[in-house]
Structures are given as C-alpha cells and as structure tokens.
T-cell receptor, first 113, second 113 residues
Framework: DQQVKQNSPSLSVQEGRISILNCDYT??????FLWYKKYPAEGPTFLIS?????DKNEDGRFTVFLNKSAKHLSLHIVPSQPGDSAVYFC????????????FGPGTRLSVLP | NAGVTQTPKFQVLKTGQSMTLQCAQD?????MSWYRQDPGMGLRLIHY???????DQGEVPNGYNVSRSTTEDFPLRLLSAAPSQTSVYFC????????????FGSGTRLTVV
C-alpha cells in the first residue's frame, strides 16, 4: 500500500491561473517533504521543500502547504506558465531507509496557453 | 558541471543476462541512491549509500547489487535480468540527508525481453 498518494494522475490549467497539486500521506512519522518536477526524458529536479514544523513555505511562484492533522500537502503554482507543464512528484522522508525519500506516483500538469 | 551522469541511456537485455548500470557524480556528495520508476508507482528505492564503503537496501532490493568503492561512483548490477525489471532507473545524490533535495541523473531505460 502506497504511503504517499497523489490521487490526481493529471491536471489541466489555463495559463495565468492557479495550479493546485495535492498529496496525501499515511505515516505520521514523516517529518520532511519535497516536491520534484520532471520533464520527459530527464531526471526529476528539486522544486521546494517543507519541514513538519512549518505549515507553509514559499519560493517565488511556488508555495507548499502542509496540514499535519490531515496528513495532506499541496503545491500551489501562481501564476501557472506553459513551462510548468511536467510531472510533479511529492516525496516524504522515511527513517526506515537512511532517511531516503518515499515518492508518490506523480501528477501530470498541463498548462494550456 | 556534469552533476550526476548515468550510462547507458537505453538498454535491451535478454532474460537471464547480467549488466551494470553506471552512475557517477562530481559534486563530492556523500549520499547516493538508486530508484526505479514504473507507471503509477512513483519512484521506489532500490539501494542507497551514505558514503564510500557503506551500502544498504531500500524498498525493492531483490535482484540488484551495489557497491561504493569511491565517493564518485555507485554502480547498480542486475544479476540475472527478468522482465519484471523492465523500468526506468534513476541514480541520485545529495550532499547530506538533512533536508537537501536530491540531484538526479537523466535515467536509464531498461527493457528485459
């Protein structure tokens, strides 16, 4: 059973509007979360992170929100741009594997011009 | 600025063959990991290393071996390839485990027939 879930396989948004990507996790011991972006034929690239002691972290157009009680993360992209079209992975740090990360299955974001 | 270099980019193997996927990084990172990506599954950890001479198993280690004789290199060996090992393999490295995002290679697409 997956510990990190991204229940929307795909999402389409108009350019200039807000994109909201969601992530749920099951293990309350996860203490650090990352978002990665992946273009076709490339490796994932780190986007933004958040520690469990915070509920929000911003970096330019990207904001990650954490609701620990709901075990829920979301990534907001405002405004969305066509270059944001990619697969977005949510990841949580797992103490079971030397603090490596457990990844969700990804959400494919398409930003339409 | 090479980052993480994976070779080969594509490989087709016959069932039962063995091969080594190469991974090298030039950032003096201590942490290195191997992940596989399958449709709908996200990235799953195969093996990881916290420094030269130290390796450990991840979530899906069966059928794979690793070694870490130098800081720069972390090869992944398939002992006897099976169709279930058809996947995209990503190598990743990071300076430390404390909150740093990984730098990923561009991946090796492996098909076992």
């Amino acid at each position: 059973d997956q510990q990190v879930k991204q229940n929307s396989p795909s999402l389409s948004v108009q350019e200039g509007r807000i994109s909201i990507l969601n992530c749920d996790y099951t293990n309350s011991m996860f203490d650090y979360f990352l978002w990665y972006k992946k273009y076709p034929a490339e490796g994932p690239t780190f986007l933004i992170s958040i520690s469990s002691i915070k509920d929000k972290n911003e970096d330019g157009r990207f904001t990650v929100f954490l609701n620990k009680s709901a075990k829920h993360l979301s990534l907001h992209i405002v405004p969305s741009q066509p270059g944001d079209s990619a697969v977005y992975f949510c990841a949580a740090r797992d103490d079971n594997y030397g603090q490596n990360f457990v990844f969700g299955p990804g959400t494919r974001l398409s930003v339409l011009p | 600025n090479a980052g993480v270099t994976q070779t080969p980019k594509f490989q087709v193997l016959k069932t039962g063959q063995s091969m080594t996927l190469q991974c090298a990084q030039d950032m003096n990172h201590e942490y290195m990991s191997w992940y596989r990506q399958d449709p709908g599954m996200g990235l799953r950890l195969i093996h990881y290393s916290v420094g030269a001479g130290i390796t450990d198993q991840g979530e899906v280690p069966n059928g794979y071996n690793v070694s870490r004789s130098t800081t720069e290199d972390f090869p992944l060996r398939l002992l006897s390839a099976a169709p279930s090992q058809t996947s995209v393999y990503f190598c990743a490295s990071s300076y430390s485990y404390v909150g740093d995002g990984y730098t990923f290679g561009s991946g090796t697409r492996l098909t076992v027939v």
